[in-house]
């Protein structure tokens, strides 16, 4: 079954500190997988896309990692400010079947001053 | 671009009513997609569509139905409503297939309560 975990569920941090979010996937076949930040009251906002081929993208403070071999990935939030507070959302896309993108359940982050 | 815009953006229904949630996108995008967000849960698929004329049943279409009669324009309709349908709705287009990394951009949502 097609399935993408993120851990933790949840995270408190202190403003100007660093986190990483994590994401596992069983996913076949894969095509691509996706993070996106989805701020209180509104639709995900899409952070980075990598392929197959690409272990690590960047969108100013935010960075993510994949490991194919592993089906693991991670997303950076680097010096955290107020405005991160969010969910971040892992999404892996598929290269056939019908369902094309397959939604994990996200991790809400809460950034205190 | 206004992007991805819905409406309403909240709706309190009486079970057994009926009503459409309104998607439009002024970004030529030929995909569209309506999921649903309940808490705790990931993003269901309820129906999507290629282009003006096609649509399909995603993972979770029972009690919904969609029309898609022009690129711009992807409406939901629900049909008798129930407890059931008490979810956040959000619509989404892409310039193309999922695999091909195109960009998926989502409106604001319609937050839906049937009581």
């Known amino acids: 079954k097609n399935q993408v975990e993120q851990s933790p569920q949840s995270l408190i941090i202190l403003e100007g500190k660093n986190c990483t979010l994590q994401?596992?996937?069983?996913?076949?076949?894969?095509?691509?997988l996706r993070w996106y930040k989805q701020d209180t009251g509104r639709g995900p906002v899409s952070l980075t896309i990598m392929t197959f081929s690409e272990n690590t993208k960047s969108n100013g403070r935010y960075t993510a990692t994949l490991d194919a071999d592993t089906k693991q990935s991670s997303l950076h939030i680097t010096a955290s400010q107020l405005s991160d507070s969010a969910s971040y959302i892992c999404?892996?896309?598929?290269?056939?079947?019908?369902?094309?993108?397959?939604f994990g359940t996200g991790t809400r982050l809460k950034v205190l001053a | 671009n206004a992007g991805v815009t819905q409406t309403p953006k909240f709706r309190i229904l009486k079970i057994g009513q009926s009503m459409t949630l309104q998607c439009a996108q002024d970004m030529n995008h030929n995909y569209m997609y309506w999921y649903r967000q309940d808490p705790g849960m990931g993003l269901k698929l309820i129906y999507y569509s290629v282009g003006a004329g096609i649509t399909d049943k995603g993972e979770v279409p029972n009690g919904y139905n969609v029309s898609r009669s022009t690129t711009e324009d992807f409406p939901l309709r629900l049909e008798l409503a129930a407890p059931s349908q008490t979810s956040v709705y959000f619509c989404a287009s892409s310039g193309g297939e999922a695999q091909y990394s195109y960009e998926q951009y989502f409106g604001p949502g319609t937050r839906l309560t049937v009581t």
């Open positions: 994401c596992n996937y069983t996913v076949s076949p894969f095509s691509n």
């Open positions: 999404v892996v896309s598929l290269s056939s079947g019908t369902y094309k993108y397959i």
